[in-house]
């Protein structure tokens, strides 16, 4: 086990509602990123948090967004949900850059129907 | 642009035996190159980092390999497991601090 726990593990919404997930880093890690993998696919980077500002962003639409908490934890949140949100998830939590080694939680798996 | 491409995309194998996935890269500038191993529906595990000046690392029966001139890597499972069945992803790291990910080799290991 890395550290870094994440939930719900599984959640069902409907399209266009709001979803809220969470991601709790590892102790003494400082960022924290988030993922989106759809089935069969590698993971998408999301967005990146490092000591409670935004720290790069991929390509993913203003409806994706995020929050750290001074304890390093993270939030992300997806308004409006679409039927191609449906994926898997994944919190990573580091000390420092993107390029230190991440270490992954067990991830969310997202159903919108 | 910068890719990462794995081969085979699907691989079977049986237990005990060995097995070598391959990755290319085009991630200029490059700074490290990472492989993982992630469980169906489970968050990613990494295995190995290694950076410019690296040839080679080992994790136990997993050994990765470098050549930054030709930009390949490999990783080869030896004496395979039934618990070795995964998906096995390459990630290249650049100096703009973005991860590029391969889209991952599928490895079912069969009695």
């Known amino acids: 086990e890395t550290g870094v726990t994440q939930s719900p593990t599984h959640l069902i919404k409907t399209r266009g509602q709001q979803v809220t997930l969470r991601c709790s880093s590892q102790?003494?890690?400082?960022?924290v990123s988030w993922y989106q993998q759809a089935l069969g696919q590698g993971p998408q980077f999301i967005f990146q948090?490092?000591?409670?500002?935004?720290?790069g962003r991929g390509n993913f639409p203003p409806r994706f967004s995020g929050l750290q908490f001074p304890n390093y934890s993270s939030e992300l949140n997806v308004n409006a949900l679409e039927l191609d949100d449906s994926a898997l998830y994944l919190c990573?939590?580091?000390?420092?850059?993107?390029?230190?080694?991440?270490?992954f939680g067990p991830g969310t798996r997202l159903t919108v129907t | 642009k910068n890719q990462v491409e794995q081969s085979p995309q699907s691989l079977i194998i049986l237990e005990g035996k060995n097995c070598t996935l391959q990755?290319?890269?085009?991630?200029?500038?490059?700074?490290?190159l990472r492989w993982y191993k992630q469980d169906t529906g489970r968050g990613p595990v990494s295995l190995t980092i290694?950076?410019?000046s690296e040839n080679t690392k080992s994790n136990g029966r997993y050994t990765a390999t470098l050549d930054a001139d030709t930009k390949q890597s490999s990783l080869h499972i030896t004496a395979s497991q039934l618990s070795d069945s995964a998906s096995y992803i390459c990630?290249?790291?650049?100096?703009?601090?973005?991860?590029?990910w391969g889209l991952g080799t599928s490895l079912a290991v069969n009695p």
């Open positions: 102790s003494g890690h400082n960022t």
């Open positions: 990573a939590s580091s000390w420092g850059t993107v390029e230190e080694e991440q270490y």
């Open positions: 948090y490092y000591r409670e500002e935004e720290n």
């Open positions: 990755c290319n890269y085009t991630v200029s500038p490059f700074s490290n």
């Open positions: 990630v290249v790291g650049g100096n703009n601090r973005k991860l590029i």
């Open positions: 290694m950076t410019f």
